[in-house]
């Protein structure tokens, strides 16, 4: 047996823990049935871990810290090309050996994110400053993880900080984990400064945002800008949970605030990029084509003539109570979906939808891409790009589901991420023919 993998969310979370480790944090966030909406897990052998790390070469070592859990942070690279971060701890560091499928190791495994921390470009950097522009953009692409992670169900206990945030190649941002500190955050990225999270009301309370605001950015930034964040940080750092503001509400006010959102995030930040195949025109398939237009009556037809054919090999293991008291039930909720989106009900097709996802006795990615559709549709788009994610979670290898996150990205106005994910897709279903 080796390391377990899974795709959540915004990043990829590969952990060699065995599934009952993962279940004592499950049951934190709500209780075991919640564990039905988790994604099922696939595994690495220890050896292709060594062989992806050149044997553990220190040669590819990343990093080396930890006081509490002394670790090693090797760089690999699987087999088919996916860059990956291999954190290694000590026996010391981990004693319980029960929690891992390899005994004599304590690996975990994650998507390796080769621009460093938000805390590199924020608190440390060499060439630049962190632009005010960009600084606006990973607070509203953090409020839309917390706003699908709470959509979703999903609470996550760990602190939330600028080293706890990683830039992947096309500087998307990727968080670790997401708690009410958000509005520190805030104030780190004002200041260019880490806040320590009990001080940072006192900091703000009574003062002119001015003061706090990042000497390196020399003016360039706008006052009521900076005003709305110290306002939004305020709130989130309220003492009492309820005066805190909602995620939906802090996405809905930062992306007012976006500023140069023509302009890559790599651009922003001045990180050298890859351009090599970027200028070649994509070669889109039918339903990329739908997707690059948003021609949501084509993204439709080709969904509803597809049908469930996608679905093949996707496991659902049932017990046989799931079969005599929920199934036919589950069956109906699908069924009653389906032909409200043959007939373009889009409404209907979200509540049966939903009803058959939120049974949690099966899983489906077209379910998922026919519900993304839907909220397209009914012009619910941050609830529609959560589930083209979904769908990619349940099945990593679809070009469809990263077409449709292109299609919500475009009619969010992310032209430019929007174009990324299109030409993931495009690569994604590229190599899928040739195998």
Known sequence: ?????????????????????????????????????????????????????????????????GEKAPNVVYKGKLDNGRWIAVKRF????????????????????????PNETLAKHLFHWEAQPMKWAMRLRVALYLAQALDYCSSKGRALYHD??????LFDQASRVTAESVVYSFGTLLLDLLSGKHIPPSHALDLIRGKNFLM???????????????????????????????????????????????????????????????TTSSTQPLSLTPFGEACLRTDLTAIHEILDKNGYKDDEGIANELSFQMWTSQMQDT?????????????????????????????????????????????????????????AMQAQVVSPEWPTALYLQAACLFSLGMDNDAQETLKDGTNLESKKNKS
């Open 160 to 165: 939330l900080n600028a080293y706890r945030i």
């Open 90 to 113: 000590n026996k010391f560091a981990w004693p319980d050996n029960r929690q891992f499928l390899v005994r004599e190791e304590r690996l975990l495994v994650a998507e390796f994110m």
């Open 331 to 387: 069956l109906n909720s699908k069924k009653h979906g389906d032909t409200a989106f043959r007939a373009k009900d889009f409404a209907t097709a979200i509540d049966c939808y939903t009803q058959f996802i939120d049974s949690g006795t099966m899983v489906s990615p077209t379910v998922y891409a026919r519900r993304c559709l839907s909220y397209l549709m009914s012009d619910m788009l941050q609830e529609a790009l959560g589930d």
């Open 212 to 274: 706090l605001m990042d000497s390196a950015l020399e003016g360039n930034f706008s006052n009521d800008d900076g005003t709305e964040l110290v306002r939004l940080a305020s709130r989130s750092l309220q003492y009492e949970a309820r005066e805190r503001p909602n995620a939906k509400s802090l996405v809905t006010s930062l992306m007012s605030l976006q500023k140069e959102t023509e302009v890559p995030s790599y651009v922003l930040m001045g990180i050298p990029h890859e």
């Open 1 to 65: 047996m080796g390391a377990r993998c899974s795709k959540f969310s915004l990043c990829w979370f590969q952990s060699h823990l065995k599934p009952s480790v993962l279940e004592s944090s499950d049951l934190e966030n709500g209780g075991k049935s919640d564990r039905n909406l988790w994604p099922s897990f696939s595994e690495f052998s220890l050896e292709q871990l060594k062989a992806a790390t050149c044997g553990f070469s220190s040669d590819n070592i990343v990093s080396e810290h």
